[in-house]
């Protein structure tokens, strides 16, 4: 009986989750395709024209939104509404008009990872070195791993050994840390280097990293202290801030858990997929949060495909009963998919809320990490509902949804204004020394990268206000 019930229900539970899984990663441009192709391909979907609320199922005016959904729940400023907004409905607000949404690119482009970490470095690389760390850049896997050995390089492009393992190391530690390492381990190892020049470091992170990952994976964290000979409380604080700091796939910072398909790499948003604003345009009420879904109407099973299985031959009834099972599935899927991206937003937004109305400057640090472990989900789901997907602020200024997890954005933000301030051009030690200041504790070539982030010349190349 037990055999029975589980070689029926894991395929669907396994079609569930892949789907929904799929369904998150998409843009609502990507959205609306997939909808439009099941729609089109599966008669047992069926799209109802008629306008009401994707989550409370309430009947809706014409250009309105949700009068449930869009309330808040407490009296608390602090606490957003988060909703699911039909595209339709947002679009013809009365407050916004075509022209908040111009048809020329609003975000900045995007490098693929190689260019990215690359530009941060050039600056640093002596001729000799720049086809060594292009050849480096190229061999990397989705995760940010060198796939080749570095004795390999060296052979190939006859340099000794020690000058490619100098440009690994230059690699490793620009932004995301870790990238060119070996494996999940060393890139670890390389983020704690790069870490204690910023912030104190538990002793016991090091030696967790190397001897005791696979117990700190499995969180036996009691096991894990009598293997290093330590208290369980300070395996439990270095454990936390592995967890909370650490990325054991650095290439996925920069990407996400999903890899852009090739020619992806310029990402530009025409219209954001989440709105974020004040209700009712008042600054002193909550933050009002609108995932936007690009269906005005609503998808059903249709009730007279249902009837028609009844009195179909046998011979098409198995293909009907597919179909039929196929199109409850996208709407489950696409529930999910809803249900995920409203828990990520409420999060976020009130994490980020000083980010929001204030700027970058106010950006906390905040890991993809550890928002899958405050919701209880995997990563990877974190990493798909975030990927490729754009919010307009109430700035109306869009960015992208991965700027939230941007652990340098606020550094970079004051760094750039002391650039734009400075009457002589200043070193990248005087300028660590002006952000101690301000208590971002960073060394200079920390501030070497992330100026060669933003894409300014070191001090002798520029020249004063």
Not at 49 to 72: D, T
Not at 176 to 182: A, C, E, F, L, R
Not at 302 to 310: E, I, R
Not at 453 to 462: D, K, S, Y
Request: glycine share 4%.
């Amino acid at each position: 009986m037990f055999q029975v019930q589980f070689h029926t229900t894991r395929p669907a539970t396994t079609a569930h989750l892949a789907q929904t899984m799929t369904l998150l990663s998409l843009t609502n441009a990507e959205l609306q395709q997939q909808i439009e192709a099941e729609l089109a391909s599966n008669p047992a979907l069926e799209l109802v024209e008629k306008h009401q609320c994707p989550i409370c199922h309430r009947p809706l005016v014409s250009g309105g939104i949700c009068p449930i959904c869009s309330r808040p729940t407490t009296e608390s400023a602090e606490e957003p509404v988060v909703f699911i907004s039909p595209r339709d409905d947002f679009y013809t607000h009365s407050d916004r008009s075509a022209e908040d949404y111009p048809d020329e690119p609003i975000s900045p482009v995007i490098d693929d990872l190689p260019t990215y970490v690359l530009k941060q470095i050039a600056a640093d690389l002596a001729p000799g070195q720049r086809g060594i760390a292009a050849y480096l850049l190229t061999h990397l896997d989705e995760d940010g791993f060198l796939t080749t050995s570095l004795l390999e390089v060296a052979r190939y492009l006859h340099v000794p050994l020690v000058q490619v393992e100098t440009v690994r190391q230059m690699i490793q530690r620009a932004d995301p840390v870790g990238v060119g390492s070996d494996n999940p381990k060393d890139a670890l190892l390389v983020q704690l280097d790069v870490l204690q020049e910023q912030k104190a470091v538990p002793d016991l992170a090091w030696k967790i990293v190397s001897e005791g990952m696979d117990l700190l994976s499995r969180h036996q964290l009691g096991d894990l202290a009598k293997k290093l000979g330590a208290s369980q409380s300070r395996v439990q604080q270095a454990a936390r801030f592995i967890t909370e700091n650490l990325n054991p796939f650095p290439g996925r910072a920069h990407w996400g858990d999903v890899r852009q398909p090739s020619g992806a790499a310029e990402q530009v948003y025409h219209q954001p997929d989440i709105i974020i604003s004040h209700l009712n345009g008042d600054e002193n009420n909550p933050l009002v949060v609108e995932i936007i879904m690009p269906l005005a109407g609503m998808l059903r099973v249709n009730p007279m495909y249902k009837q028609a299985l009844t009195q179909t031959t046998a011979d098409t009834r198995e293909n009907m009963r597919n179909d039929l099972e196929k199109a409850s599935l996208f709407i489950k899927c696409l529930q999910q998919r809803n249900h995920t991206m409203q828990r990520m937003m409420f999060r976020l937004v009130m994490l980020q809320r000083d980010y929001i109305l204030h700027g970058e400057k106010h950006l906390k640090p905040f890991t993809r990490a550890r928002l899958s472990e405050e919701l209880e989900v995997h990563e990877s789901t974190i990493s798909r509902a975030v990927s490729g997907k754009s919010v307009q602020l109430p700035s109306r200024r869009i960015v992208p949804l991965s700027s939230f997890f941007d652990r340098s954005l606020n550094v970079r933000t004051v760094l750039k204004n002391f650039i734009d301030q400075e009457t002589r051009p200043l070193s990248d030690s005087e300028l660590a020394e002006l952000l101690s200041e301000q208590g971002f504790l960073v060394a200079r070539r920390t501030v070497a990268k992330y100026r060669a982030m933003e894409g300014i010349l070191p001090a002798h190349l520029r020249h004063a206000n």
